[in-house]
């Protein structure tokens, strides 16, 4: 990426409010280092709740709890032996650790679910057991904004398979996203299927309200496709039909603070057939707010950015 720094943004208030005012914005140099603090021993405390349609199995559902992240010391993958383990608290009884391999346990558990022709590999590769009881999705957490092997460059954050040489399980942010609408495209679990992808797209700016405060954000949106589902009979082999499903939605991080909120939905398209799911309607819908962090920044709003940075404000 040719970066121009003499007209790039850095990614702070000032360049926030600047950028969300300006029709055609210069180029953004994205701050990795503000957008998302990784000190040893960082903490975030989320408020989460879902809601799960009524069409799906142990629906209608919905649920409020308190999930953490936070760091703790170091963790190794194959060829990278000093990442940050960024370690996910959900307060659910049910809720798997990530597999050996280090994907996300949310993913692998919602892989289960939206893949039923994976669940064997799954079951072979992962924490999760075969049968009808690993098979009933009775939680949900968050895709989106989840713990890992972590690893925060000048280039990029992302979470690694810890025994897949050089094998990102996700990306979260990339400095080559220097306008709004630029993207990046990461192939998940590529060992077991070809057609997992995340699309990560740089949205925008916005002032976003949370428990802890008012913060004025980056706005990242995230879509995890599936790919393609063949459903079959619990008596045999016999096809039933197919389908896509999807999660989409958005992680809102604040300069000196990281993430502060994420919105994610899981949804069923190109159905066919009687698989038992509803197309084009929300299937899950998931949302963390932060309530605290031992991040020290202090909130601001859109009214105080602007009076102080904008043309003709205080100085």
């Not at 997992?196 to 700016?205: Q, R």
Request: hydrophobic share 40%; aromatic share 8%.
């Amino acid at each position: 990426m040719n970066l121009k720094l003499a007209t790039a943004t850095l990614l702070t208030a000032s360049a926030l409010a600047a950028t969300a005012a300006t029709a055609s914005p210069p180029d953004i140099l994205l701050d990795l280092e503000q957008l998302w603090p990784h000190q040893d021993g960082d903490y975030w405390e989320y408020q989460q709740s879902y809601q799960l349609a009524a069409w799906m199995e142990t629906g209608p559902d919905t649920s409020t709890t308190t999930v953490g992240l936070h760091f703790n010391g170091t963790i190794s993958a194959v060829g990278k032996p000093d990442l940050q383990n960024l370690v996910e608290e959900v307060p659910v009884a049910a809720a798997p650790a990530p597999g050996p391999q280090g994907t996300s346990g949310s993913l692998l558990r919602t892989l289960w679910t939206v893949r039923p022709d994976l669940r064997p590999a799954l079951a072979a590769g992962t924490s999760l057991n075969a049968g009808p009881a690993a098979a009933q999705q009775d939680w949900w957490e968050s895709i989106l904004l989840h713990g890992g092997a972590f690893e925060l460059t000048t280039d990029e954050i992302a979470t690694w398979r810890t025994s897949l040489a050089m094998g990102k399980s996700w990306l979260f942010l990339a400095s080559s996203l220097t306008q709004v609408g630029d993207s990046f495209q990461l192939q998940l679990i590529p060992d077991l299927a070809p057609d997992v992808y995340l699309t990560g797209t740089l949205a925008g700016f916005e002032s976003v309200t949370v428990p802890a405060g008012t913060y004025t954000c980056l706005r990242m949106d995230y879509l995890v496709d599936y790919g393609h589902a063949v459903c079959t009979s619990s008596t045999g082999p016999d096809s039933l039909g197919s389908f896509r499903a999807e999660t989409a939605g958005s992680v809102f991080y604040a300069p000196g603070i990281g993430p502060v909120r994420s919105e994610e939905e899981l949804t069923y398209h190109e159905v066919v057939g009687s698989c038992g799911v509803v197309p084009d309607e929300v299937a899950v819908h998931v949302v963390l707010e932060l309530t605290s962090s031992t991040v020290p920044a202090k909130p601001t709003t859109w009214g105080r950015i602007k009076s102080r940075y904008l043309p003709g404000g205080a100085p």
